[in-house]
């Protein structure tokens, strides 16, 4: 895992598990109208990549091979990826360090799960990826999950409720290897009240338990 | 049609016209960038703000559709004040370097900041700058001046046909360019520079030149392709700076093909500036009364059937119709102006024009290309084909190379001629496809026709032509496409050989013993039999003048008023927008005065005399800027001549940078030629 100075790769092709994923996806586009999936695919190749080399971006050659694909002129592709801040057209870290810097999270404490980021995963700020390999740290836009604010996106899941130590915990336990559950670090139930239920209590069934 | 009302001025417009296209109708001038008429509506510059009465804000008027009983304000309050700051905007990361821009002085964002912007900004942070971008050798890029209209994506992505320019990037960070780092392949990408509004795409031959305000500006017409494209020949002093495209709707819009507007450079370079004799083997320099002396010497008492000529590709038909007078006047019969062989005996002109016209394509309904890649050899024809094909229903076919990338798709038929008499015996598919169009077209390369059984294709062409219902009294679908300006002139002015004449192989085995060439570099000067004493009359130092026994220099096409007939038979005039260097001369004065110096007082002393002479000759020397359109009256076919031999058709120019001599000469063409013929570099997408 040598993510961070990781070479443009010289050739790109779909392996088996993406080449299953792309035929579902084109067959849901009328024929000659292949080109809408080109998100989906481009989504498709940048899994591959995280998947095979461990750093989950988009090079250009897996472009031109989404390209290829759906019969599009390769620069149509390259504009939808560059225009789309989800798709990496830059080498990542293993773990995509994603820190919700909108105002609810700001508010309830995201600048230390920023602090927290940089110390544990040895980043300089964001667009940083460690020197090891296994962090790209990203300021990303509200995430929509304020409820739980702060939040910290590693990948695809939402890890909710952070604070400076729980964000350390979360990153130590990704550098061994384990991929805590995702969701609130406090315990709480999706988004239900903090230390369980605080409104309508006088209502019998509610109060029972 | 919508009738609506500009500033109280009420036109009609059909429906689905923009609110853009009616201003203009009622004469109204509405600022643009984006907006292009021969490009799709984009819509993002918002320049072109109008008011449109009970709409709540400024609409963009060139993506806005009319409606019928519409008031539109084009002038208002509120107009004003938003194209006011819609200019801001634009000019916020404009950089302020008009005085080092090349565009400054023909630049749409500096005129319309003039006339609809405000006298400041009040903008007082960083502007962002943006790298520059390669676009290969034509294209010079300053892309922080960059307003992104657009306009080059859509060109490129629409009218040649190559997507390879984009928009990477959002917001902030948005950059025009390939993402990749290539030269644009396309032969039209001169045109985005003429598109562009402002400077960001400028040309790079010119950089630095001149101001516009310094130029004289000529029009005239480009020969270095058959189209014959409306061109603007712009001068200083002695020396051609640019050439841009004028419109003609009927022949190249209003684009241009690389070769004929970049490749002036070699007009200054290789030039024959001065006669030259031969002698004790070597190229001395002579004046011209010691030069048409000489040739005097060698030819007089020479029997006429002993003397040939041979007319080049670029000539004017005046130069040609003087030859063709000198040399009937010294009773040769042997002229020749199909250097490449082509077998086209020039009896009826309709046997090798263009004759749908270029505008005609675009009501074709069916097109078979055979030998011919009107890429290369007509670029501007060829976008034309595109054009067609994109709005549908235009089944494309070639006969010829394989795997030719057209810009439009072509179903490949077979590369010999097996496929013509497969199409003419009606057992493939594609005749069905052809004789079922209305208006179906047969395109003939001209290299198709010079080959050993040229006649035999040509009459093969016609017959299928004329089997597929392409020849009737209303459509005329048969089309030979021709390489250079000159060439169809030449055949127009009978350059041919007459009754006992030589043709260009008997000439060269040594049939003559003198030979005239006139601006004759189209074939291998080495097949010139070594006796044969060569007279060149031309404008470069290309092959045929090293072989040459005396050299008479003459004028290039921006040198002299000059008639030229595009490959639809259009005839048009070239005119003088500088003078031949030294002591080139324009080409009619010189075979005048060589007659004179013989003892042969040729029936014509001024332009008008040669001009008259040319339509007495052949009418249609007459119609100027005109052609003779229509069907066909008479659908019998070109002589057969042999058999078709199933060979394989090959490419008619070998590199379309260097096809002639002028670009031969050029810097710049040449590095096109470097940097385009270069192995392409391997692409995983391939």
């Known amino acids: ?209 | 049609m919508a009738k609506v009302t500009i500033d109280g001025i009420e036109v009609e417009v059909p429906n689905g016209a923009s609110v853009l296209q009616a201003c203009e109708a009622a004469g109204k001038e509405i600022p643009r960038f984006c907006y292009h008429e021969r490009l799709s509506v984009a819509g993002n510059c918002r320049m072109c703000l109008v008011e449109v009465e009970k709409a709540p804000k400024p609409v963009a008027s060139c993506a806005y559709p009319v409606a019928d009983g519409m008031k539109v304000f084009t002038d208002s309050a509120m107009v004003r004040n938003a194209r006011r700051n819609v200019m801001e905007f634009l000019l916020i990361n404009h950089p302020l370097d008009c005085p080092i821009c090349d565009q400054g002085g023909e630049c749409d964002l500096q005129d319309q900041a003039v006339a609809f912007g405000r006298d400041g900004s009040r903008y007082r942070e960083e502007k962002r700058a943006v790298k520059d971008k390669y676009l290969g050798p034509l294209v010079k890029t300053i892309m922080t001046r960059c307003i992104q209209c657009t306009r080059c994506v859509r060109f490129a992505t629409e009218v040649a046909g190559v997507p390879e320019l984009g928009a990477t990037g959002r917001g902030e960070n948005m950059q025009i360019g390939t993402y990749v780092e290539k030269a644009l392949t396309t032969e039209l990408s001169g045109n985005l520079i003429d598109i562009c509004p402002v400077g960001a795409l400028t040309s790079r031959p010119y950089a630095f030149v001149s101001r516009p305000w310094e130029l004289r500006k000529t029009d005239s017409i480009d020969v270095l392709d058959a189209v014959g494209a409306a061109i603007r020949v712009d001068t200083r002093g002695p020396e051609v700076l640019r050439i841009i495209p004028r419109t003609n709707e009927d022949v190249n819009e209003e684009w241009m093909a690389d070769r004929g507007r970049f490749s002036f450079d070699g007009l200054k370079r290789k030039r024959l500036d001065r006669p030259w004799i031969r002698r004790e083997g070597k190229l001395q320099p002579a004046t011209w009364p010691e030069a048409l002396e000489h040739i005097a010497g060698k030819l007089k008492g020479m029997p006429g059937s002993r003397i040939g000529a041979v007319a080049g590709d670029l000539v004017d038909v005046e130069s040609v119709y003087a030859l063709k007078a000198l040399m009937n006047a010294l009773g040769s019969q042997n002229l020749e102006c199909r250097q490449d062989g082509a077998k086209i005996d020039g009896s009826r002109r309709d046997h090798y024009l263009f004759n749908s016209g270029i505008a005609g394509i675009d009501e074709a309904d069916a097109l078979l290309i055979i030998g011919s890649n009107p890429r290369k050899e007509a670029p501007v024809l060829n976008a034309r084909i595109r054009k067609r094909w994109n709005s549908g229903a235009m089944p494309v076919a070639t006969i010829g190379e394989a795997g030719l990338d057209l810009t439009y798709t072509a179903e490949h038929l077979g590369e010999g001629t097996a496929v013509l008499d497969a199409l003419l015996d009606g057992s493939h598919a594609f005749a069905k496809v052809l004789g079922e169009a209305k208006k179906p077209m047969i395109i003939l390369g001209r290299g198709a026709v010079a080959r050993e059984d040229g006649a035999a294709v040509l009459a093969a062409a016609w017959a299928l032509a004329n089997q597929i219902g392409a020849l009737t009294p209303e459509w005329h679908g048969f089309n030979m496409l021709h390489l250079f300006g000159g060439q169809v002139g030449a055949l127009d002015a009978g350059f041919l050989p007459g009754e006992g004449g030589q043709d260009l192989a008997g000439m060269l085995s040594g049939g003559v013993d003198a030979l005239w060439l006139l601006g004759a570099d189209g074939f291998e000067p080495a097949f010139i039999s070594p006796g044969t004493f060569v007279i060149y009359q031309g404008h470069h130092g290309d092959r045929a003048a090293s072989r040459a026994d005396v050299i008479l220099p003459g004028a290039a096409y921006t040198e002299k008023e000059g008639t030229y007939v595009n490959t639809e038979g259009r005839v048009q005039r070239g005119r003088l927008a500088v003078f031949p260097p030294g002591e080139a001369k324009e080409d009619w004065r010189i075979i005048r005065a060589a007659g004179v110096a013989m003892g042969v007082n040729l029936p014509f002393d001024t332009l008008e005399d040669v001009r008259a002479g040319m339509v007495a000759a052949n009418p249609v020397f007459g119609l100027v800027d005109g052609r003779i359109a229509g069907g066909v009256q008479d659908v019998a076919g070109p002589a057969a001549g042999g058999t078709l031999s199933g060979t394989a058709f090959k490419a008619n120019l070998t590199d379309y940078w260097l096809a002639d001599p002028i670009s031969r000469a050029s810097e710049t063409m040449a590095e096109c030629s470097r940097i385009y013929n270069a192995a392409p570099v391997a692409q995983a997408a391939e």
């Open chain 1, 1 to 209: 895992m040598s993510a961070p100075h990781q070479q443009e790769p010289t050739d790109f092709t779909f392996d088996a598990d993406s080449e299953a994923q792309i035929a579902k996806i084109v067959a849901r586009y009328p024929e000659g109208k292949q080109a809408s999936a080109v998100i989906p695919l481009l989504y498709v190749a940048q899994k591959q990549m995280g998947r095979l080399t461990g750093s989950a971006w988009v090079p250009r050659v897996a472009m031109d091979a989404v390209a290829v694909k759906l019969s599009m002129a390769p620069i149509r592709v390259y504009e939808v990826a560059t225009f789309y801040f989800m798709f990496n057209t830059k080498p990542m870290g293993r773990f995509h360090l994603q820190v919700c810097g909108t105002t609810p999270c700001w508010l309830r404490g995201s600048d230390d799960v920023l602090r927290a980021c940089k110390d544990a995963g040895h980043l300089k700020g964001y667009g940083d990826t460690s020197e090891d390999g296994l962090f790209t740290l990203s300021e990303v836009e509200c995430l929509g999950a304020c409820v739980n604010a702060p939040i910290l996106q590693v990948d695809d899941d939402y890890y909710e409720d952070l604070d400076y130590d729980r964000t350390v915990k979360l990153i130590e336990s990704l550098k061994r290897g384990e991929r805590p559950a995702p969701g609130s670090s406090i315990g709480r139930q999706t988004s239900a009240p903090e230390g369980g239920p605080n409104t309508l209590l006088d209502i019998p069934m509610m109060a029972k338990e």
